[in-house]
C-alpha cells in the first residue's frame, strides 16, 4: 500500500483564531514520528483536535506574510490543499495530504517509491519544495475557489535553506556566520544530528569569508575566501544533488555506444515534472570541472588526479566545529551526550562561537583499497553508547533518565563522578574512564529496566566531500603528503580519553574506506595506526622499502671503509716508499668533447643524487624543494641520456669505443696485474702495471667497471626512472610489473650503486702518478706520462 | 689552457645576468611613486610679514612662474577649459564659480564664505582681480605648521603666523589638500564621501593607499607647473585630466580567471571600494525647504535652521550606474522639471554604450529652490544683505540671487528634488575586503539589475554583448 509522502502538516480551522495553524520544522518531526507508526492511511492523517489545540496554543500566529514576494513561483499552477478523502481541508477541516494534493498533478506514488528520502518521513513535499520548508497559509490566502493564492505559492526545487533543515550549516547574506544555539543540541535529534554534515566533517556552507565569520579561528585574518567556493559562486545543492531523470541535467547515453555522443531521446520537460525520480545524483567534481584544464603547475598532474580525489587538496584544512568523539555513555547537565571535537580549544561551558579553532587536516585514506580507488579525506569520528544485551541502542532517553532527575544529576552519579567535589561535573571529569563509574551507571541503567548494559564503540569515517576552496587558496605543499608526516596513512587521534575494556570497532560503511590500521592506546586517548601500507602503495618521499635502503647503504659503506682503509695505508707507506719517477713527457690526454662529456655526465649524475636524495628523503637537506627537485630530476635524466647516446656516437665514428673494449687474450693476466697493483704494488712504490697513453687509457679493470656501468647500471636507472615517470604520465602503466611499490626501490638501489661507484671513481682518480695528476687531465686535457722508462708489464705497451 | 674555463664562466655570468634581469622584470608590476624631499626654507625668512601677500612675494623672489602657473589653474580661477557639455550647443568653461550643486548651491554673491577655498587672498566679490600675482596663496597648499588657517575671502584667520607657515612650506600633505576636500560643502566629509580627515591617518583597511601605503595626495594626483591632475565630476563633466588606477596598475589581471571577465563591463572601483564613508558620516540628503524654522534645534547632523534638514550615513553602500566618464551638467539658466528630480550631473552612459562601466557613486540628492513660472533653479544670496541665512526670507535671497546669476525670477519659489553623483576613487580598500562573487550577484546581491538594463543577474545570462 502507498505510504502517503506528505504527511506533516495539519491544518485546523479555529473560528475564533482567523489564521491557519500548522506545524513548524521541530513539531512536524515529532507529530510525524507519532502519525508514522500508524498503519491505515487514513489514520495516518487524522488529527486529533486536543492535541493539536494544545500544540497550536503554544505558537504565535505567523504575522508577516511567510512568502517574499521575490520568492513567489510563477509558473506553478495554484491549487486547494487537500485532504486525505480528496476534499478541500478549508471545508472538511481535515488536515492536508500531500499525496492527495500534490498527487492531482504529480504521481506522487511514483516519487514515494523512487525517492532517496523515502525512509525520512520529516521529507516531505512541503519540507524540500516550499520556502523555509513550511506551508503555513493565513485565512487571506484562498481565493474563492478554496486555492492557494499565488502570493502564498512559495514554491521552488529546493534551496540550500531547504537541505539544511537536515544536512549541516547553510548560511548567507550580511549577518556573519555564527554556530546555532542548538548546535550540539540537535546531536541526537530525529535519530541523526540534524548538522550532520557540519558536525561530522566540518563542511560548512557559506558564500561569505571565513575571515567575516563570527568564530574564533586561527590565523582568520588570512582567511579571505568563503567557507564552499561553490557556495561563494552561488552554485547550490541541487546543482549537483538533483532528480536522476531531469532532462536538464542528465545524459541518459549508453556507456555500451560508445559512437554516441549524445542520446536526444529524453523525458519532456511535462513528462519529467509528473514522473520526477528522486532519487537523487550525487555528481562527481569531473562532471563539471575539467582538472586537467588547469593544475599546470602541479608535477605529474595525470597521476595526481587519478590517486586523489579533489577535496585533498581542495579542503585539506576544516575549520569547521567537527566532532571527534561522540560520546552517548554519559550526560552532561544540559541533557546532551559528551562531545570532543577535532582541531579545536574549548573551556568547560564555552560557546562554540568563542571556543578557538585550529581546524584539522583530514586524514587521507582510499576508498575501497588503496589499488584501485583515489585517497580521500576522512574525519574519523569515535561514538560511545549504551546498548543492551542483544546488542540493541539503549535510547538516550533513558540513559539521561539514568544521571539526571528532576533537579540535575542524581547524588550517586554525582559522587561518583566528581573528583573535585565542586557539586559540578566538567567535560573531564564526565568521562567512564574507570571501572567503578562504568559499573555505577550501569548498576543505574539496570534499575531502569535495561538487561546487561554494555558499552559499545565504533569509529566511523566521515568523508569530507563540501567546503572545497578555489585553486588559488589551495596550498601546494608537497609535503603534505610526500613525507614522513604524510596525510596518507596518517596516524589519526581518535580520542583523549579511554573508556575501559572498550576497543572500538571500525565501521567502514557503505563505500568507505578500507580502514587497515589498528587501533591502539595513546596516553589516556586512542589513535588510530595506519597500517604501514608496504607492498599497496608508494608515495615517493614518505614510502620507503627498508631492504632497498638497508642494502644500497650496506654497499655504500663497505665501499667507503674499503676506500678509507686504501687510503689511509697509502698515505701510511707513502713516507716509506718514495714515489717511482720517471723522466715525462706531457701529451694530450683527452680531447675537448670528451672532457665536456665526462663533466657533463658527472655534474648530471652528481645532481641526480642529490636531487633524487631530496625526493626520496624529504626531512633531509632541502635544497630545491620537492616539486623542483622531481622536475629537476627528470630534466637531468633527459640530459644524461642524450649526452650518453652523443657519446656513444663520438666513440663509435672515432672508433675510441676501442678504448672501453678489454683485449681478450691479455685479459686475464692483465686484470691481475692491476688488481695485484692496488692491493701490493700501490703501498710499495710499484710502478703501474700499464701506463696510460692517450691510445690506451683505460686499465682491464676500468673496462669491467665502465662495462658494467654503462651497459647494465646506467640502462637499469633509466629505464626503472622513465617508469616511475611514466606511471606519473599514466597512471596504471606499471601495474603489471608491480607498480611503483617495485620500481621505485629497484632505482633506489640503483642510485646507491652509482653512488659507489662516484665515490670509488674519484678515489681512483688520485693513484695516478700524482694525486692530482687524472683530475687535471680531465679538466685541461693534457696529462705527464712516462716518456722512456720501460713498461714493467710488456703487454701493456703502447700500441701504435 | 684555463680558455674553456673563462667561456663557461662567462656563459655562466650570461646566464646570472639574463636571471637576474627577469626577476626584475618580474617585479615591476606596479609603479610606487618616489619618495621626495625637499629643501628646508627655515633659513630664507626672517622677518615677520604684514600681510600674506608679501609671503606671495617673498616666494615669487625665487619661484619666478609659480604664481603664474597657479593663476591658470581651475585652483585659482574656479573654471575650467571650455567643453561641451550634453545637451547645450557650443562650448563652455564651467567651474566652481557658474555651477549650482545641491549642497551650498552657489557661489554667486556668497564670496567671502565660499572663497574660504579659494586658492587665493581677497575674492570677496565680483570685483577679484585674477591677474594680481599677488593674490595667489602659497602657503594654504604648501604650509606644514599646520595652524595656518583660512578665513573670509580666502584670507589668513587673525594671529595667523606667517612667518612660522612660511618657513615651514614643503611639499602638499595629505592636510593640505585635506582643508578643502576634506571639508567641502561646509563640513566634515559633507561632500565626497570618500574623502575625509579620516584619511590624514588612515588604516589600511580605510585606505590601502594611503593607509598601509602611506600616500600623499600627490602622490596620484601629479602636479605639472601647479597643474593639478585628477577630475571631480561635480564641477567636471569629463575626465581629459583624470587619472586612473591602471596608471600605476599596470597589470590588473586577476588570478581568477572569472573575475577579469568582469572587467570590461565593472570600474575597479566598484569591487575595491565595497563602503564608503566608513569612519566619518557623509551627507547624503540635503532638504534646503526646511530651512528657516526657528521651533526645530540646531544640530549639525540633522538639522540647522540656515541650511535645512539633514540626513547623515556612515559606512554606506554605493549606489551602481552605467558611466563612460563623461556627465551631463545643469547649467544655470536652464530649463527644469519640479515634478521630477533633477540630475544635475548625470553619469553618461548604458549598458550598450562599451565605452561605459558599471561604476560606484556617492549620490547625494536634495531639495532646493526654484522659480515656478520659468522653471530654472535659483542660486540664493545665502550671506550678506538680505541674504537667506541673515534675514531668512527666501523671496529676497533668491531676488538677489536670480539678478547676481543674470537670470530671471518671477517672484513665485518652490523646492524641488535634485540628485548629484559622485563617482568614487578613494577610500579603496585592501584586496582581501573587496567584494566577493555574492555581494554582487545572487539572492542578497547590491546591484540592481533591472536598473542596469540587464533585466536579470547576469551570473545566469552572460555579460552584455
Known sequence: MRKPIGIALFFVLFSTVPAWASDTAHESAHETENTVAAEPHAENTVAQPAEIAAETAKKEAPAAPIVDPEDVNVIHPVFPLLDAAGENVRASGRPMDTGKTCGNCHDTAFIQAHDDHAEVAEATCIRCHFENGRLEPMETDFDDKGNLLRSALGLHAPKPENCAQCHGLVHGGQKPLTIPDDYESAVLEIGRPRYDRTLFTGEILSDRKRAESYLNLAAKDALTYPWDVHAGRMVTCTACHYSSNNPEKTEIKDDSLPFLRRDPRRLSMAEYLYRPDHRLKAAACTDCHDPMAAHEELPYRERHMAKLDCLSCHASQMMGPALRSLDETVVTADGAPLLDYRGMEREDGQNLNAAYITGYRPALFADGGPKDKPFAPYNLVTRYAWTDEKGAPVPFATVEKAFLGESGYHADILKLFDKNADGKLSRAELRLDDETKIAGVRKRLESLGIEHPVISGTVEPHRIRHGALAGEWVSLDCAACHGENSRIGENVVLSSYRIPGVRPRIEPGVGGPLLMGSIVSEGDGLRYEAHDGAGERYVLGHDRAPWSDSLGFALFVMTAIGIGAHGGLRIRSRKKHAAHHAEMKRVRMYSLYERVWHWLMALSILLLLVTGIEIHWVEGPAFFGFATAVNLHNVLAGILIANAFLSLFYHLVSTDIKQFIPRRETFLQDTIAQAKYYINGIFVGAPHPMRKTPERKLNPLQQVTYMMLLNVLLPFQVLTGAAIWAAGWWPGSLESVGGLVWMTPLHNLGAWLLASFVVTHVYLTTTGHTVFANIEAMITGNEDIEAEAASPNENSEVRK | ?465
Open chain 2, 1 to 465: 689552457m684555463r680558455k674553456p674555463l673563462t667561456k663557461t664562466s662567462r656563459v655562466l655570468a650570461g646566464m646570472l645576468v639574463f636571471l637576474a634581469f627577469s626577476a626584475l622584470v618580474h617585479a615591476e608590476e606596479v609603479q610606487r611613486p618616489e619618495s621626495r624631499s625637499h629643501l628646508d626654507h627655515g633659513a630664507f625668512f626672517e622677518k615677520a610679514f604684514t600681510s600674506p601677500g608679501e609671503v606671495t612675494k617673498a616666494c615669487l623672489k625665487c619661484h619666478e612662474e609659480a604664481a603664474r602657473d597657479v593663476m591658470k589653474t581651475d585652483h585659482f580661477q574656479w573654471l575650467g577649459h571650455p567643453v561641451e557639455i550634453e545637451g547645450h550647443e557650443g562650448k563652455h568653461r564651467i567651474g566652481k564659480k557658474n555651477l549650482i550643486n545641491n549642497f551650498c548651491i552657489g557661489i554667486e554673491g556668497n564670496w567671502p564664505s565660499c572663497t574660504k577655498c579659494h586658492a587665493g587672498y581677497g575674492w570677496a566679490d565680483e570685483n577679484f582681480d585674477f591677474k594680481k600675482e599677488e593674490n595667489v596663496d602659497c602657503l594654504v597648499c604648501h604650509e606644514r605648521t599646520g595652524d595656518y588657517r583660512k578665513g573670509k575671502s580666502g584670507l589668513p584667520k587673525e594671529g595667523t603666523d606667517l612667518l612660522a607657515s612660511a618657513k615651514s612650506v614643503g611639499f602638499p600633505r595629505r592636510e593640505n589638500c585635506g582643508v578643502c576636500h576634506f571639508f567641502g560643502g561646509g563640513g566634515l566629509g559633507v561632500k565626497h564621501g570618500d574623502l575625509d580627515n579620516s584619511l590624514e591617518n588612515s588604516s589600511a583597511d580605510n585606505d590601502v593607499h594611503m593607509g598601509r601605503e602611506k600616500f600623499y595626495c600627490v602622490d596620484c594626483h601629479k602636479t605639472v607647473k601647479h597643474d593639478i591632475q585628477g577630475t571631480a565630476y561635480s564641477v567636471s563633466v569629463n575626465a581629459d585630466d583624470g587619472i586612473g588606477c591602471t596608471d600605476c596598475h599596470k597589470n590588473v589581471a586577476h588570478r581568477d580567471k572569472r573575475i577579469n571577465t568582469h572587467l570590461s563591463a565593472v570600474a575597479c572601483q566598484t569591487c575595491h571600494i565595497p563602503n564608503f564613508a566608513n569612519q566619518v558620516p557623509t551627507k547624503m540628503d540635503w532638504d534646503w525647504s526646511k530651512a528657516g524654522d526657528d521651533s526645530r534645534p540646531d544640530n549639525v547632523h540633522e538639522y540647522l535652521k540656515i541650511k535645512g534638514e539633514f540626513k547623515y550615513e556612515q559606512s554606506v553602500i554605493p549606489e551602481y550606474a552605467w558611466f563612460n566618464m563623461r556627465t551631463g551638467r545643469y547649467l544655470v539658466g536652464d530649463k527644469m522639471n519640479p515634478d521630477e528630480p533633477t540630475v544635475l550631473n548625470r553619469p553618461l552612459g548604458s549598458i550598450r554604450d562599451k565605452t561605459a562601466k558599471i561604476w560606484p557613486f556617492k549620490v547625494h540628492r536634495g531639495k532646493q529652490p526654484y522659480d515656478k513660472v520659468n522653471k530654472m533653479f535659483i542660486p540664493p544670496l545665502t550671506a550678506g544683505e538680505g541674504g537667506f541665512w541673515w534675514e531668512f526670507d527666501w523671496a529676497k535671497a533668491l531676488e538677489i540671487g536670480a539678478k547676481r546669476a543674470g537670470i530671471p525670477y518671477s517672484g513665485q519659489y518652490g523646492f524641488a528634488p535634485t540628485v548629484m553623483y559622485w563617482p568614487l576613487s578613494h577610500m579603496v580598500t585592501p584586496k582581501e575586503k573587496a567584494l566577493g562573487c555574492t555581494d554582487c550577484h545572487g539572492k542578497d546581491g547590491r546591484m540592481d539589475w533591472k536598473t542596469l538594463g540587464y533585466g536579470v543577474d547576469p551570473m545566469r545570462t552572460g555579460g552584455r554583448k
